[in-house]
């Protein structure tokens, strides 16, 4: 079979990886895909932008795909499922109706209440001058969302006064996400975990747990970026809790979309605070919900992944999602992200990278996050470069090995974490 893969990133490199061990499938479009992409045996880069809907149609028609798997947000929200399966073509993901709940904030808050689920106290703001009032009266740190897509930007966790007001200025006054309202969230503490689950409307598979690490520098400190590593299993919830959760989490929205005419079909993410109380129990909050795999935890889940890929995509896109049986490795794995100098602020890009070819060793896979072929030459493209993935029969291994790998790998002004997979429980991570 033909598999047309729709972004540009880590995340579709990793489904792309997949893809490539399949025997079901011949050949594999990345549109636009990167450097790593172009690198996999069975695929070959398209030039062609996720946001060109019409485009990518025209393309899967004229090129015989089989299936299409989109990777970004934007696309989704914007309708791309809708208008493929309007032209009979087989894709995975969700419609717009249910891609709202990572487009809107707002929505998704609306469907939390609506299906009992708990989630952060909030306020919504449309007027700059009662937002700064709502601020000078409110206890800190405080978070602010923009409600919509922003490419994962739009969320600042202000811990001054000063701080929160930039942000509400950013978002209602200077719109640097785009013409949409504010949110205002009390700040929550605890252990942050990755849900992922996919669903064809009626069954849902919650995928292995992961955790993801937002901060940019060691220790949870700095600014938040997209991620800047990812391991899996995550170790802050006992294995019967994380379980539970989808029935927690998981299940009531996909019913409360029912309820509303919407079949949810595709991955719905859970980002999850949860803490342990005095007495044993677990507090869980939904921090938000996205409508596809998160980036970099689908590298580090994937990697543990025994089952035919293929086999899970076309079980949901076919409703037979019961049907799949899927298989995981023991052990862990790990993702390791490396990033331009100066990322998630301004960055250069378009240098050489050298060392992937030893990087890869037993266990070692290297995900290009944002690279681009020059020729022969591979470079950096983005503020991700590269997410050194590996898997072990222990996380300690798995650490070590990713490790090592990173080690191995250069390009000017690099940076990376160090501490991936070794976060104290119970500090916060943002």
């Not at 409360?256 to 859970?270: D, H, N, P, Q, S």
């Not at 689908?298 to 992944?305: F, V």
Request: negative net charge; contains cysteine; charged residues 25%.
């Amino acid at each position: 079979m033909r598999v047309l893969v729709v972004g540009s990133g880590g995340r579709e490199h990793a489904i792309v990886w997949k893809l490539s061990a399949s025997e079901k499938v011949s050949e594999i479009f990345a549109a636009p895909g990167n450097g790593g992409t172009a690198r996999e045996g069975k695929a070959r880069n398209i030039p062609i932008d996720p946001s060109d809907i019409e485009g990518l149609l025209k393309f899967s028609k004229e090129n015989g795909v089989d299936l299409t798997v989109v990777g970004p947000e934007k696309p989704l929200a914007d309708g791309i499922v809708d208008r493929f399966e309007r032209e009979g073509q087989t894709i995975f993901g969700p419609v717009a109706a249910a891609a709202r709940i990572e487009a809107s904030k707002l929505f998704a808050k609306e469907i939390l209440e609506a299906a009992d689920i708990p989630t952060a106290e909030y306020k919504r703001f449309s007027d700059i001058a009662k937002a700064m009032e709502y601020l000078s009266q409110s206890a800190l740190p405080i978070v602010l969302k923009a409600d919509g897509l922003a490419g994962g930007k739009g969320v600042a966790v202000a811990r001054t006064l000063g701080e929160a007001r930039k942000a509400a200025e950013d978002i209602l006054v200077k719109k640097l996400f785009g013409d949409c309202e504010l949110l205002i969230e009390e700040f929550l503490t605890g252990d942050e975990v990755s849900l992922l689950a996919l669903t064809d409307g009626e069954s849902v598979l919650p995928l292995p747990s992961a955790q993801d690490h937002k901060a940019v520098f060691d220790g949870d400190a700095g600014a938040n970026t997209g991620g800047m590593g990812a391991y899996s299993p995550a170790d802050t919830l006992k294995e019967e809790e994380y379980r539970a959760l989808a029935d927690i989490v998981i299940t009531p929205v996909i019913k409360e979309f029912a309820k509303r005419g919407i079949r949810y079909k595709g991955v719905l993410y859970a980002g999850l605070m949860t803490k342990r109380e005095a007495d044993g129990g677990l507090n869980i909050k939904v921090l938000e919900y996205n409508c596809r795999f998160g980036d970099p935890e689908t590298q580090a889940i994937l990697a543990r992944l025994e089952t035919d890929i293929t086999d899970i995509f076309l079980g949901v896109v076919h409703n037979r999602l019961k049907d799949v049986s899927v298989r995981w490795k023991d052990g862990a794995s790990i993702c390791v992200i490396m990033a331009s100098g100066g990322y998630p602020g301004a960055f250069k890009k378009g240098y050489p990278i050298t060392g992937l070819d030893i990087a890869e060793l037993d266990g070692v896979k290297v995900i290009h996050s944002g690279t681009l072929l020059d020729g022969d030459i591979l470079k950096t493209d983005s503020g991700r470069v590269l997410s050194v993935t590996a898997a072990a029969e222990n996380l300690d291994n798995a650490i070590s090995k990713a490790y090592a790998a990173v080690k191995k790998i250069n390009f000017n002004s690099l940076h990376y974490r160090t501490d991936i997979g070794k976060r104290i429980r119970g500090k916060v991570i943002l």
